[in-house]
């Protein structure tokens, strides 16, 4: 080991630390990171780090792969449009035990194996998150067809309140928050989990929101991981999704990333969750990883302090 290395990167870390000490980052594991526990534990180290520097961390698991798996188990064939799931009667008990049940309990033991005190909830704990059924709506499918879904028992959100995450942080502990969410009449909505992690990183004002994901990052050629689209604004992605770029599950998460910079988050990343030490790079580096999205005020301060350096 070249230890002079190691203090330099030390060193050179010390700035984000100040920075980011206290400030809360909204982390969304994808299903294929909880797929493989290597790369889980490895995210859970990190995690671990991070917390352990003050860095305040919630962190919503999707798991889509893992409940489609357990759906065709049962003997029924999930349904995707745009990205998004269909959620009939018999998909919402699967995602209830995938989600509440058998990802929130693989993710608080790898963390628990790092030594993070984590507690595993859903948006109906504490009223988290409130919602109400999607009505039918018309989407774009990833063929560029218009046409009318119903996406059965998926919720649309109404509003966070964030007063148990923020008990929970005070307490330092990091939330585990599983993408389903109620309403006042006892109903529960399966609710994307990208759209959950935008949703609790505007309302807790979050300084970064990452998602860790199966893929390196934005493409401009899905089947090119070189290229990596590194840096973008609301209106380079526009530009990517209509020219038909940004398919299947990727569309959900750039749509929420876009939402929450243009709602207060400051930064907001897609990188992929199997990268070595991806949210150390980017959260210590200079350089970063995956694609860094921004709203257009902050693309200009980013840019001046870019030059500057």
Do not use: W
């Not at 990171?33 to 962190?59: F, H, K, P, T, Y």
């Not at 064939?77 to 008990?93: K, W």
Request: glycine content about 12%; proline content about 4%; overall charge negative.
């Amino acid at each position: 080991m070249n230890t002079s290395r190691g203090i330099a990167g030390l060193k050179g870390a010390l700035r984000y630390v100040r920075a980011y000490r206290d400030q809360t980052f909204v982390v969304k594991l994808g299903g294929e990171v909880l797929a493989n526990r290597s790369v889980l534990e490895e995210v859970a180290a990190q995690v671990a780090l991070l917390s352990s520097l003050g860095i305040r961390i919630v962190l919503v698991h999707g798991g889509g792969p893992q409940a489609s798996e357990t759906s065709r188990r049962l003997g029924v064939e999930p349904r995707m449009v745009a990205g998004r799931r269909i959620t009939d009667d018999a998909s919402l008990e699967v995602v209830k035990m995938v989600y509440g049940g058998s990802l929130s309990i693989d993710l608080l033991s790898a963390l628990r194996e790092h030594e993070v005190h984590a507690v595993g909830i859903s948006g109906l704990d504490g009223a988290l998150i409130s919602a109400h059924r999607r009505p039918p709506v018309t989407v774009v499918d990833d063929e560029g067809n218009r046409r009318e879904v119903d996406f059965g028992h998926v919720g649309d959100i109404d509003r966070v309140d964030p007063a148990l995450l923020t008990v929970l942080l005070d307490a330092r502990y990091v939330p585990v928050v599983g993408s389903l969410a109620g309403d006042a009449d006892g109903h529960v909505y399966n609710i994307n989990a990208d759209t959950v992690a935008e949703a609790l990183a505007t309302a807790l004002r979050a300084q970064k929101l990452i998602f860790l994901t199966g893929a390196p990052g934005v493409l401009r050629n899905r089947e090119d991981p070189s290229s990596l689209v590194a840096f973008a604004d609301p209106d380079d992605l526009a530009t990517l999704m209509a020219s038909g770029a940004l398919a299947g599950g990727m569309r959900p998460k750039v749509e929420a990333c876009i939402r929450a910079a243009t709602g207060g988050v400051e930064r907001t990343h897609i990188i992929g969750g199997a990268t070595p030490d991806a949210l150390l790079q980017e959260v210590f580096t200079g350089a970063g990883c995956g694609t860094m999205i921004v709203g257009r005020k902050e693309k200009a301060t980013y840019l001046d302090v870019d030059l500057a350096d």
